[in-house]
C-alpha cells in the first residue's frame, strides 16, 4: 500500500485511523492495521515502542509491541515480513511478532 510522508490518516480498506505520529511504514495485514511509526518522534534515551496495530473493523489500537530491552537503540524501523510479521529494530536486530498480541517472539542479531 502507498504511504504518504507524514500522513495524518492511514487509510487501509475499511477506513482510515488518525496517525499519532510521522508514519514510516503501513501493511495491511488481515484484520490490522500494522504501522512503523518514526521513531524519531519519540523521546530520546529510551526505548520508542514505535511498532502500533488497529483493528480494521473498529479502528481501535489493538496492540503496541514490546521493546526488546535494547535501551536507548531500542525502535522499529521497517517490515521485513508480514507472514510471520519480522521487523527489523534499530539495534540491529530482526524481530518476529506476534500478531495477535504484539509480543516479540523472537529475536535475531543480524548484524
Same mark, same amino acid.
Given at each position: ?5 507524514? *500522513? !495524518?490518516? $492511514? ?5 482510515? $485511523? &488518525? ?12 484484520? /490490522?492495521?500494522?504501522?512503523?511509526? =518514526?521513531?524519531?518522534?519519540? *523521546? &530520546?534515551g529510551?526505548?520508542?515502542?514505535n511498532?502500533?496495530?488497529? %483493528?480494521? !473493523?473498529?479502528?481501535? /489500537?489493538?496492540? &503496541?509491541?514490546? =521493546? $526488546?530491552?535494547?535501551?536507548?537503540? =531500542?525502535a522499529?524501523?521497517?517490515? /521485513? %515480513?508480514?507472514?510471520? /510479521? ?9 524481530? #518476529?511478532?506476534?500478531? &495477535?498480541?504484539?509480543?516479540?517472539? !523472537?529475536?535475531?542479531? #543480524?548484524?
Amino acid at each position: 500500500m502507498p504511504q504518504p510522508s507524514n *500522513p !495524518t490518516k $492511514i487509510h487501509h480498506s475499511r477506513g482510515s $485511523i &488518525r496517525a499519532e505520529y510521522p508514519v514510516l511504514e503501513i501493511r495491511e495485514i488481515g484484520e /490490522l492495521v500494522v504501522v512503523v511509526y =518514526d521513531y524519531m518522534a519519540f *523521546p &530520546r534515551g529510551q526505548p520508542a515502542r514505535n511498532l502500533f496495530a488497529y %483493528s480494521t !473493523t473498529s479502528g481501535q /489500537l489493538a496492540w &503496541r509491541a514490546d =521493546d $526488546i530491552g535494547m535501551g536507548a537503540t =531500542d525502535a522499529y524501523t521497517n517490515i /521485513l %515480513s508480514e507472514q510471520p /510479521l519480522v521487523v527489523g529494530n534499530f539495534a540491529g536486530y530482526n524481530c #518476529t511478532i506476534d500478531l &495477535r498480541s504484539g509480543r516479540v517472539v !523472537t529475536k535475531a542479531f #543480524t548484524k
